[in-house]
């Protein structure tokens, strides 16, 4: 059975692949055609999903600073974002119930209210998802997008124990005390090493968060994500992180099948998934308008919105357990799974295109710019450098180290990594903050020093718009760029880069440099030796 599971996930998210399509619209559609066939689930694709979502809370906690929930921007935005989208779903459903749409006819306003409750929570999975394959996790946009959806888990845990009358232990009290606890996890993690200790330490890190709050009455899910905080200050988290990325993304496929096996839709059900999520794009306005009136820039509104215009698998969760009260039909249930799914599809094809889009349209977003800059999104000009690395990562370091000591201060880096460029600053190095896909950025900054701009970025995506930016603004230097893969290499060169360097390669034979270095020491070693005797 579980090889069925595993060869129909495989050709639908193959299938979509090829058309350029991100495989999670596939894994969708893999689960609805399963049930569709009569093919049940079982225990083990339920454990499997329920494990991906866990290991996903506990990177995300891995990666999220504390101080980030209790900006303006995070706490009001979200706050604000749910009363007014709730007032809207509600006035809306009682439109839509005027114009006799089954399922929307025989609600009322509590009931009405309710879903638009269930629907104003934003997907955590579908999100993350998108973050990480376009590696945007610790982008400004991306940092409020995560603070955002953690202070609606938040929520959602106070929901949940209202509606089931089921308050947290007593024993919950002593939760806090997991801050002393943290001096020992963290010798835990250094003791685990970088071989595959590692991440099964994650594992038992994250499941034990995961069990110890459930030994509380309190959400599982909640006590990964709060353990991953505790941890997030280590210097190893984010190599426990990337650890547990395969495995995280393997089970979260487990996820994206278990949506499709509610229950089997009807056309009438998918009609009504549809009117739902014509909405999403007065949800995008909603949370364009709120970060806006905030004062984030334009951008930032831009891309956050979009993030979090879907809707949440809670919202599964809200309205299964709406049905089981009697609050309302279980045929809900069904509509408001395949609202998710359309959701997801929407997110993950319009966030591909974003980047491109805010090009065209930032004449008319800045319009709604506030004059008034928050200090994180302050630009910092190079100066006077005659050569910038973008992306301070492990490769961008090296080059930028090995760029210093041949050029002297005339080498400048940049991150988007807010806490990455003030560690490298703090250490004595020129960095400076930066999302080098903010085609503002390059319009707003004096890049005319600039001889050679390095790209050491992992996604040729991202490395392909940010070039065409630099030729928009009118960047007349040379580029160069990373790349893994000799047909990555390929199309960056045939894409307008003058320089490419395959990164295996040049590893290699950077590695040789080094060593036929030391032979020659070792022979100018062994010569004054001999002329000494």
Known sequence: ??????????????????????????????????????????????????????????????????????????????????????????????????????????????????????????????????????????????????????????????????????????????????????????????????GELLPLTGFFLALGGYELFTLVDMKGDLGALILGIVLSSHPKSTELAKSLLGFKDLFLIGFFLSIGFITIPTWSMFAMALFICALIPIKYVLFFSLFSALKLRARTSYLSGLLLS???????????????????????????????????VFTSIAYRFVHRYYTQLKPFLIRFERKERLPEDAYVEPGKASVLVVGMGRVGKGSFDALTTALGSGVIGMDADSERVGRLRDAGKNVIYGDAEDADLWERTDISALQLILL????????????????DAGYKGKLAAMARFEDERKHLINSGIDKVFNFYTEVGAGFAEESLAVLQDIKKEAKLQSANA
């Open 1 to 194: 059975m579980e090889f069925i599971w595993v060869l129909v996930a495989f050709v639908c998210g193959f299938a979509f692949k090829f058309l350029s399509l991100p495989p999670l619209i596939g894994f969708l559609c893999a689960g609805f055609i399963l049930n569709f066939y009569g093919v049940k689930p079982t225990d083990n694709l339920n454990m499997l999903a329920d494990l991906g979502i866990t290991l996903m809370l506990f990177t995300i906690g891995l990666k999220l600073k504390v101080k980030d929930l209790f900006r303006a921007e995070v706490w009001v935005g979200t706050g604000l974002s749910s009363a007014f989208w709730i007032a809207l779903f509600a006035g809306f459903s009682m439109l839509y119930m005027m114009m006799g749409l089954a399922y929307f006819s025989v609600l009322e306003w509590k009931t009405a209210t309710l879903l638009g409750f269930a629907l104003s929570f934003s997907s955590t999975v579908c999100i993350v998802k998108v973050l990480e394959d376009s590696g945007e996790m610790k982008t400004r946009h991306g940092k409020l997008a995560i603070a955002i959806l953690v202070m609606q888990d938040i929520i959602a845990v106070i929901f949940l124990a209202s509606a089931t009358g089921k308050l947290p232990s007593v024993w919950a009290l002593g939760l806090p005390l997991l801050l002393f606890v943290r001096p020992l996890l963290n010798k835990l993690i250094v003791f685990a090493g970088h």
């Open 310 to 344: 879907n809707f949440s698998e809670f919202g599964l969760i809200v309205v299964s357990l709406s049905v089981a009260q009697g609050w309302l039909q279980k045929d809900w249930l069904v509509i408001l799974a395949i609202s998710v799914s359309l959701s997801f």
């Open 456 to 471: 050491a970025l992992p996604s040729i995506e991202d490395i392909d718009n940010i070039c065409q930016q630099l030729r």
